[in-house]
């Protein structure tokens, strides 16, 4: 099979972005060996593993293969506490200058004088004897599930609050929530709801990244682009305290890297142009951000010359994307809107920072697959701007939906609605009951039929008792707990309801919640 | 002849002590390093290299024979020596010597690795 030709300005991104993540890698390591904090390890696995996709996507075999064994050392790390050899140790640095030296070649084929067919056995035989030295042992973390997933709790630290932290926080966001429900005084009923209401915001705020973080390594990026290109650019950044969630990370990461190198490679004279058309020697990229209700806006503008609109018409004539009167009559609004379709470019040249039009088209199809909009805007002389605005992250679930008394339940909808009841008597959950939720006085109750909605999932069977049939709702998750604990709370059609983990709650329903 | 213009590195429990002959420059280690802050070793090393291409030097030995212990943040600036090292034109390259003690454990493996990233150019004497 033909080796699939990636534009040069897609490799360059992963080279810097990936060089970048491997001296974080290198730094929290030592970080983690001497400090034995488990969710620093599982930064790192995080960005091993998004490093190893990275590569294996751009034919990267060799730097995708490291990883794997990088994964494997850190996978026996996090198991022992990150108690290990020295041996074991030792063999990050040259794994991380392996793989540093791989990224730096220009080619994708293996290198002269680097020997990974024996690297790698070493570091098989040096984990084989770790196994046996050091076989397992119950450690603190140990029991601690690891998702390799974006989203996962335990992968959003900021600053040092950790999965576990926001877990036990937002149990005790729902523990506050239902003894709210349980409260007879209005104003108790209230109260309670308002501190449930600040805490989980709080938490929501505490899973989010902060944008400066996201950032923080584009002023590199900047420094690094302007120098190979001989021009004079800054970087301001102005984006606050805004935070994102952390599964829109990787589309800001996108928008910011494409936008600032298309700036920076199309979008800026060279410092003697500059001073030729009366701009300061320096050219100048703002990076904005701002949060609007349930969305954030994005915005990356230059002082460059613009958008060339003539040469857009010509290019899209010459590629009968229109037709010479359709571009004649074009205005600038329908021009840029070319400039992010496939393979559309100005250039003739495919430069190696930035490749034939790829980067818009993709940031464009990115941003639009989250629910956002990507606008772009150009005054000739005066520069080019990016605009996005993304919502907010928001975490929905599929549920199955029905009332018990007064209250709204949810329940994950990887239970299904059982055709037949084959359970016990005692795998009948009733909620209310379960939830000490029971009205203490139901005189003025409106009797209802009780109904029984039978559920599956996994061979296990649960029954539960509504006064309503269940009906398939997505929920959005406002403070996410634990697979582990039996309630959360949800919003269902804008209305609180309490998500049940039924298999959870008749294990725990003697407990106190 | 040319000078060394290179002093002795004292720092985080690690000596190093350069020496150049007129042919090869002999880098003896001593000690046993803990080290919390890389970017003093490795900025020595880097002036090391920066010494030995002007100097024209083909050899560098790297005596570890009394040293006890370097942490992964110690070893990480040899890495990086080397990685520079490798990506030097050819012209510019010069062989690297680690003489080990097999006494301490922890050189078998880690030098074993750090050669796989050059073998044409790092050898190891026991």
């Not at chain 1, 000739?380 to 605009?387: D, L, M």
């Amino acid at each position: 099979m033909g080796r699939v030709h990636i534009p040069d300005r897609l490799l360059a991104e992963f080279r810097t972005r990936s060089l970048e993540r491997l001296a974080r890698i290198e730094t929290n390591w030592y970080s983690v060996i001497s400090t034995r904090e488990a969710e620093i390890g599982v930064e790192i696995e995080r960005e091993v593993h998004t490093l190893k996709g990275d590569a294996r996507l751009l034919g990267f075999h060799d730097v995708s293969m490291l990883c794997h064994k990088l994964e494997d050392l850190l996978r026996f790390s996090r198991s022992r506490g990150y108690i290990i050899p020295d041996t074991l140790d030792l063999l990050v640095a040259p794994l991380v200058g392996l793989l540093r030296l791989l990224l730096h070649k220009s080619s994708r084929q293996p290198m002269a004088g680097v020997d990974l067919v024996e690297f790698s056995r070493q570091v098989d035989n040096a984990l084989r004897e770790a196994y046996l030295a050091q076989p397992e042992t119950q450690t603190s973390d140990s029991n601690e599930k690891v998702s390799m997933t974006a989203s996962s709790p335990a992968l959003t630290e900021v600053g040092r609050v950790t999965g576990r932290t926001l877990g036990r926080l937002a149990r005790l966001a729902t523990r506050v929530y239902l003894q709210g429900l349980r409260s007879e005084r209005e104003a108790d009923r209230r109260e309670l709801r308002d501190v449930w209401i600040s805490l989980a915001r709080q938490v929501r705020q505490m899973r989010s990244v902060a944008l400066s973080q996201v950032l923080s390594r584009h002023g590199g990026m900047v420094r690094d682009l302007s120098s190979r290109l001989g021009k004079q650019v800054v970087l301001v950044t102005d984006v606050g305290d805004v935070t994102v969630g952390p599964t829109i990370v990787p589309v800001v990461e996108m928008v910011a890297s494409h936008a600032i190198s298309n700036a920076v490679d199309h979008g800026m004279e060279p410092p003697d142009m500059r001073v030729a058309r009366g701009k300061a020697e320096s050219g100048t990229i703002h990076l904005k951000a701002m949060t609007r209700d349930d969305e954030f806006e994005l915005s990356i503008s230059d002082d460059g010359p613009g958008v060339d609109f003539e040469a857009v018409r010509a290019r899209a004539v010459e590629q009968g994307v229109l037709r010479k009167e359709a571009a004649k009559d074009a205005d600038d609004a329908t021009l840029l809107e070319l400039l992010m379709l496939p393979d559309f470019t100005t250039r003739q040249r495919a430069t190696e920072t930035s490749g034939r039009g790829v980067g818009l088209d993709a940031v464009r199809t990115s941003v639009n697959r989250h629910g956002g909009r990507i606008q772009l805007k150009s005054t000739a002389g005066e520069g080019t701007s990016i605009v996005v605005q993304l919502p907010q992250e928001r975490q929905e679930l599929a549920v199955h939906s029905f009332v018990a008394g007064k209250q709204r339940f949810a329940v994950a909808s990887s239970w299904r609605i059982a055709r037949a009841w084959a359970g016990k008597p005692d795998q009948v959950v009733d909620p209310l009951e379960c939830l000490n939720l029971l009205p203490d006085n139901d005189a003025d109750e409106t009797v209802h039929e009780p109904v029984q909605i039978c559920l599956e999932r996994d061979g296990q069977q649960v029954a539960i008792l509504a006064t309503s049939p269940a009906s398939p709702q997505v929920a959005e998750r406002l403070c996410p707990t634990a697979e582990e604990h039996p309630v959360e709370v949800v919003l269902v059609e804008q209305g609180e309801a309490i998500l049940i983990r039924p298999d959870r709650l008749a294990v725990k329903s003697n407990e106190p919640q | 002849m040319s000078e060394l213009q290179l002093e002795a590195f004292v720092d985080e429990g690690l000596n190093l002590t350069p020496a150049y002959d007129g042919s090869e420059v002999t880098l003896t280690l001593t000690g046993s390093a803990t080290v919390y802050h890389p970017e003093s070793l490795r900025s020595y090393l880097q002036t090391l290299h920066a010494e030995n291409k002007r100097l024209g030097v083909k050899r560098v030995v790297v005596d570890l024979r009394e040293l006890e212990f370097m942490n992964s943040a110690g070893f990480s600036t040899f890495i990086d020596w080397l990685v520079t090292l490798q990506e030097e034109p050819e012209t510019s390259q010069y062989m690297v010597c680690y003489r080990s003690n097999a006494e301490y454990p922890w050189q078998r493996r880690s030098l074993h690795a750090l050669q796989c990233l050059a073998v044409d150019l790092v050898t190891i004497e026991s």
